[in-house]
């Protein structure tokens, strides 16, 4: 009585099938001509018929998840018996196909404009967009992003897809008005479409015919990356991101580290971090801690210095190398002081940043875990306090953001500074959504540094104007860029006037550091005061890592002034030694620590025993060194994440929360 309406109900959800698919077709083809050069295409064509057949797989994959609901409709249909509530059913998918046509355009759309910022798919650090103030992200999205045209374009999506969709299911005739018996081999028919329909909607969802049903090394068919980056489509990659963001604090066993890092024993990844034998007992912790922290005597042979540890928003060091119109008078204290080049910062974000400074945690997000109202052995702040200085955190932004205020306090910072603290040392300070502007926020550093205290001080700083929406003040007076400057090919593809902004905003923080280093260096603190000065992360928006090369994808700076007592024979230098955020305790520890143990997971970068072609550099992306060095590089660098990971799942289970 009704086959031949599920029989026309079924064409219904394959003419929505199709749509879904077309769509993600679509977005993909943009996403090609916007992203990949057909020279590279050409040099690769050979990889290109792999790259439809599993872009295909994984598009059909979306779209058989997208059909479980109106497939469980077109099922039920038989026990309907209301004419009405079919209608209605009917119309209910109409709504609901174009409902999803129009999220998958958005997210699409998405993940376009990401890759456009980040030179990659959505990943855990999309997530990072939700932490930021509502009115700074909308001013961000709309200062950034063409929004009229995306509207309008998701728009003209949803009405077609609605009439299309309309098409498809109000074209199904309700079989029992219709007073034709209907035959065996109709049921028969049906029986055999239904079967095939589903048995095809279960292969679309396992995405493979194979043993192994489709996965993530599906997403790689060639060498070249580019061309690997044209299959993923929106809704797998926002998948992979949630897991990746859901098992941050993943625990493993032994074993399980051991496998995925591919090492036998705990011994040999121990040997190869500690490059040395060292006496094992049964208390893993106990040997972890061997290995991880290093001793420090009396040693000292010269009175303790003030340290300061800047970390600067979005610092990247292409940019810095694009001439003086970019550095705005920073040059000069490059050309005075030492300044690495080959650095990298170890965790790629802020909030990652500022963790993996401070407590060294392998585990991103742990200001957001309970394991926050705990204080690590790890803490940056331990062996200073046990070495008589006192320490403080200052930064310009609200220090409530991702619980800065709770986590650092009980990491033994013994003063915490931020945006309302400096608002009211200095009440006419300015500010935007993101914090304190730079030039009152390093204002109140310099204050601190000049003041007469009872012990040295440890200060770790961070500035936030160099972030979206990249506001700078009225006042502020930066150079104008030369012509054509924001049209280099060094730049992404998002539009001159957003290039301009991020240069100009970074640009001002050039200006202010540099005025900062020169009025410091005017003052009684230069006699007597340690600078590092680095960056949090690269600048993930507007430069273009397939021209101008990987080196620089996660690449900061790392700025050091020493004061006369401390300078070398061979100071100034600029090294090229390859180091990370990891190298930057172990190079203060010989001139401030002392009675203590601390967490060494770097080298001393100072150390002029350990020669360019024996030094490495760490991300959690890559890691760089001498073409010579890089296979060894690489092995330590797994066994120290490895014992890292390993040595925090043991702290963590101490911990009851």
Not at 558 to 578: E, M
Not at 602 to 615: A, F
Request: glycine share 4%; net charge positive; aromatic share 12%.
């Amino acid at each position: 009585m009704r086959a031949k309406y599920m029989m026309s109900f079924m064409r219904g959800l394959l003419i929505s099938s199709a749509l879904v698919v077309g769509i993600q077709m679509l977005m993909r083809t943009i996403f090609t001509i916007m992203n990949v050069p057909s020279s590279i295409i050409a040099e690769n064509i050979s990889d290109i018929p792999m790259v439809i057949y599993n872009a295909l797989r994984f598009d059909l994959q979306i779209t058989a998840y997208v059909a479980l609901l109106p497939t469980v409709i077109m099922l039920i249909q038989p026990l309907v018996t209301s004419s009405r509530l079919r209608q209605w059913l009917k119309h209910f998918c109409s709504w609901y196909y174009m409902v999803a046509i129009v999220l998958l355009a958005i997210l699409s759309a998405i993940d376009l404009c990401y890759f456009i910022n980040f030179n990659s798919h959505i990943s855990i650090t999309f997530f990072d967009f939700f932490d930021e103030e509502p009115l700074s992200l909308i001013q961000s999205i709309w200062d950034d992003y063409p929004v009229v045209w995306m509207i309008l374009g998701v728009g003209a999506i949803g009405f077609i897809s609605k009439k299309a969709t309309n098409w498809a299911y109000l074209k199904v005739k309700d079989a029992t008005t219709n007073n034709d018996a209907t035959t065996n081999l109709s049921y028969k028919a049906l029986t055999i479409r239904v079967v095939m329909y589903l048995a095809v909607m279960v292969l679309c969802m396992r995405g493979s015919v194979d043993r192994c049903p489709l996965q993530v090394e599906d997403l790689v068919v060639s060498n070249e990356e580019r061309i690997n980056n044209i299959i993923p489509n929106a809704p797998y990659m926002l998948k992979k991101a949630m897991k990746e963001k859901s098992v941050v604090f993943d625990m493993k066993t032994t074993q399980a580290l051991l496998t995925e890092y591919g090492f036998k024993d705990l011994k040999e990844t121990i040997d190869i971090v500690a490059d040395a034998n060292i006496p094992l007992t049964n208390d893993t912790l106990s040997n972890l801690r061997k290995v991880l922290f290093c001793h420090v005597g009396d040693t000292l042979q010269q009175k303790q210095p003030n340290i300061l540890l800047l970390c600067c928003e979005s610092w990247s060091n292409y940019l810095l190398h694009m001439g003086p119109v970019v550095q705005c008078g920073i040059e000069k204290h490059f050309a005075q002081d030492i300044v690495f080049d080959n650095f990298q910062s170890v965790r790629n974000g802020t909030i990652a940043t500022i963790e993996n400074i401070t407590v060294s945690t392998p585990y991103p997000r742990l200001f957001r875990s309970g394991y926050r109202k705990y204080c690590l052995p790890s803490s940056i702040a331990i062996p200073f306090i046990n070495s008589g200085y006192s320490c403080e955190f200052l930064s310009g932004m609200d220090l409530s953001w991702e619980n800065c205020n709770d986590a650092l306090k009980m990491q033994k910072f013994s003063k915490l500074t931020g945006k309302f603290d400096i608002l009211k040392e200095e009440p006419k300070a300015e500010y935007n959504s993101i914090g304190v502007y730079d030039e009152y926020m390093l204002n109140a550093l310099l204050r601190r540094l000049n003041e007469k205290t009872a012990q040295p001080q440890m200060i770790m700083a961070m500035t936030t104007t160099n972030h979206p929406p990249l506001d700078i003040p009225s006042h502020a007076k930066v150079p104008t860029l030369p012509k054509d400057f924001c049209k280099q090919k060094c730049f992404n593809n998002v539009g001159e006037k957003v290039v301009e902004k991020y240069l100009k905003a970074f640009q001002y923080f050039d200006i202010c550091l540099a005025h900062f280093l020169n009025e410091f260096k005017k003052s009684p603190a230069a006699e007597n005061t340690i600078i590092m000065i680095t960056g949090d992360h690269n600048v993930r928006s507007i430069l273009n890592y397939n021209v101008i090369g990987k080196r620089w994808q996660n690449s900061v700076p790392l700025y050091i002034y020493l004061p006369p007592y401390l300078r070398g024979t061979n100071y100034p230098v600029h090294p090229k030694k390859w180091g990370c955020h990891y190298d930057i305790l172990a190079t203060l520890a010989p001139f401030a620590l002392k009675n203590t143990d601390y967490m060494k997971l770097g080298n001393n970068l100072l150390d002029n025993s350990i020669t360019v072609e024996q030094s490495y550099s760490y991300n959690e992306e890559q890691t760089r060194a001498e073409n010579s060095y890089l296979p060894k590089a690489k092995r330590i660098t797994a066994a120290r994440e490895m014992l890292l990971r390993l040595y925090f799942q043991k702290v963590f289970a101490g911990i009851k929360h």
